[in-house]
């Protein structure tokens, strides 16, 4: 073996010694500790066995990506038995994609999310575990040479509206996440692209035309999505850590996360064999299913303790913070840290820690391209006249800003389903 072999051979089984005591990069520590020779371009003449270092740990339970690992056995008792649609109005729910992931419908409480695949910590990096260039994995690589993302105004738009969807949303999404995986993180349209779409195409209203049919397999079907976003976002963050791409997606995720919650309270709160007379009429072995799948939540519920429903929304508020604190630590030049602050602060105020909330909302630094400028600039000048302890003129103005924002959301997702000709009772 020549000197130079024995060199990369040393540096290279010197880094994977040192793995077990340092932490990297969230795109490092994602890097197996095996390098597959199928993936990486050895040096000509290298010897392969230089190249492998450790062997692979023995398989466990499978895990996705974003989330915590699963038991694929769990599924086959809760697949629907059957024809997998429903016809209602004269819309019909494939419900094949929710039938086959029953059990990680709602991913953020089963198997619940893993939030150290989302590089939510900034960590310092020792130069000597860093990486040499030619090893590094090939994502990490393009990223610094991935062209801005340029786009005229209208194309900016059509793309936005393109990706709209009142059901399908992943399937809608994938404009995005091609631009996403080609295109600079940083520099250009992108992180704006991915900002406009969680505005305007995320969370959606939703009302029941007097029947609970329509809301719940909608629901359903967008929830059975979740996974592949979570996946997309959880792959896209460790790749690209503290970028603003990232922070964007960040955000998105927390939509995803109080859209997973409401469609699980819309579950709970449905009974099959009274509510679904519809479903019943159109395919009994659907209601049948819905009726499992309620009973099979129940039981999680039970399982993790959680079966009221303020500790059930503890349960998201906590992964909210989470990802809201995460964006903090990581976003650069305090990239929507305002934004961040708020959202901190609103969950706070709603959980009755209202301290805590005032604490949040004084950290506010005003940026004009902030999402939720209007609020926060109110929020500041509220909290900046608060006493301590908190007067009760105070609150109601508190309570009169947050209800004022949830206004302003509402009627711009109004304009925005009227657009696409649908009104919050339309599926």
Do not use: C
Not at 171 to 176: E, K, L, N, V
Not at 313 to 325: K, P, S
């Amino acid at each position: 073996m020549t000197l130079l072999a024995e060199r990369q051979r040393d540096r290279i089984i010197g880094f994977g010694s040192s793995l077990g005591f340092h932490t990297l990069l969230a795109a490092v520590a994602l890097w197996p500790m095996r390098f597959a020779l199928e993936t990486i371009a050895l040096p000509q003449g290298a010897d392969p066995a230089v190249y492998l270092v450790d062997p692979l740990p023995p398989p466990g339970p499978p895990a996705l990506p974003g989330l915590n690992p699963t038991d694929p056995a769990h599924d086959d008792a809760l697949r629907p038995s059957g024809a997998s649609s429903v016809t209602i109005r004269g819309f019909t729910f494939d419900f094949t994609k929710v039938g086959g992931r029953a059990t990680i419908l709602f991913p953020f409480l089963s198997p619940g999310l893993s939030l150290n695949q989302f590089a939510l910590q900034v960590q310092p990096i020792d130069d000597h575990l860093r990486l040499p260039p030619e090893y590094a994995p090939a994502g990490e690589r393009a990223s610094g040479n991935r062209p801005p993302l340029e786009l005229s105004d209208r194309a900016f738009q059509a793309i936005i509206d393109q990706s709209w969807s009142r059901r399908d949303r992943w399937t809608s999404f994938q404009t995005i996440a091609r631009l996403a995986e080609t295109h600079n993180a940083n520099a250009g349209q992108l992180p704006a692209l991915l900002r406009a779409y969680t505005e305007q195409d995320g969370l959606q209203p939703y009302s029941d035309p007097g029947i609970r049919d329509p809301r719940l397999w909608t629901e359903l079907q967008i929830a059975a999505d979740h996974v592949e976003f979570v996946g997309f976002i959880s792959r896209y963050t460790s790749a690209h850590p503290g970028s603003r791409a990232t922070i964007e997606l960040l955000f998105l995720l927390d939509k995803l996360m109080q859209a997973s919650r409401d469609a699980l309270v819309t579950l709970l709160d449905t009974d099959a064999y009274v509510d679904l007379a519809w479903t019943r009429q159109a395919n009994l072995d659907a209601m049948t299913f819905v009726a499992k799948l309620e009973h099979h939540y129940n039981d999680v519920l039970e399982q993790k303790g959680l079966s009221r429903r303020e500790l059930l929304g503890a349960h998201y508020d906590t992964l909210r913070l989470g990802i809201l604190n995460g964006i903090l630590s990581t976003a650069p030049d305090g990239y929507r840290a305002a934004d961040a602050r708020f959202l901190i602060g609103a969950i706070y105020w709603r959980q009755g820690r209202k301290a805590d909330a005032v604490r949040s909302w004084r950290d506010i630094t005003m940026s004009p391209k902030d999402e939720y400028q209007t609020t926060d600039s109110d929020i500041v000048a509220a909290v900046l006249r608060l006493g301590t302890p908190i007067a009760p003129v105070s609150e109601t103005e508190i309570e009169r800003i947050l209800s004022a924002d949830y206004g302003r959301w509402l009627s711009a997702s109004i304009d925005r389903l009227k657009k696409f000709g649908y009104q919050m009772d339309k599926y």
